[in-house]
């Protein structure tokens, strides 16, 4: 997005042509981050990561109790935990144990947990 030949909409010049141009490479590195956000936006997927945190080594009828889902529910949330890189499996025998594996996530669950501890309730 070029900025130079934009119309100010501003009644200042706030910013700068060139230091919004500056920004644009920036900002949409964010794009990266997005996925994440999606993951943790549904509150089930954030039950299961913060399980894990508290409990490694979970299978998904632990986990499906642990939500209210159904096995089959529980392991479609653990599908796309894997495919994004935040949960791993391991198999012992015919079971399957869930453990976290971005601990990046565990930094920002912990961050966000302790952030809700100073907003107000609603």
Same mark, same amino acid.
């Given at each position: ?29 964010? $794009? ?7 993951? =943790?936006? +549904? *509150?089930?997927?954030?039950? #299961?990561?913060?399980?894990? !945190? ?36 391991? $198999? ?7 453990? =976290?594996? +971005? *601990?990046?996530?565990?930094? #920002?669950?912990?961050?966000? !947990? ?9």
């Amino acid at each position: 997005m070029n900025f130079l030949g934009h119309h100010h909409f501003c009644h200042t010049d706030c910013q700068t042509p060139q230091r919004l141009n500056e920004l644009v490479h920036s900002v949409e590195q964010i $794009k990266r981050v997005t996925p994440l956000f999606n993951a =943790l936006a +549904d *509150k089930t997927r954030v039950k #299961i990561i913060y399980a894990l !945190l508290l409990k490694p080594d979970l299978c998904v009828y632990e986990i499906a109790q642990l939500t209210d889902l159904t096995i089959s529910a529980a392991s479609h949330h653990l599908r796309l935990l894997k495919s994004m890189g935040l949960a791993r499996s391991s $198999k012992e025998g015919k079971l399957v144990r869930y453990n =976290l594996y +971005d *601990k990046h996530v565990k930094i #920002i669950l912990e961050k966000a !947990l302790d952030h809700s501890n100073h907003l107000p309730t609603f």
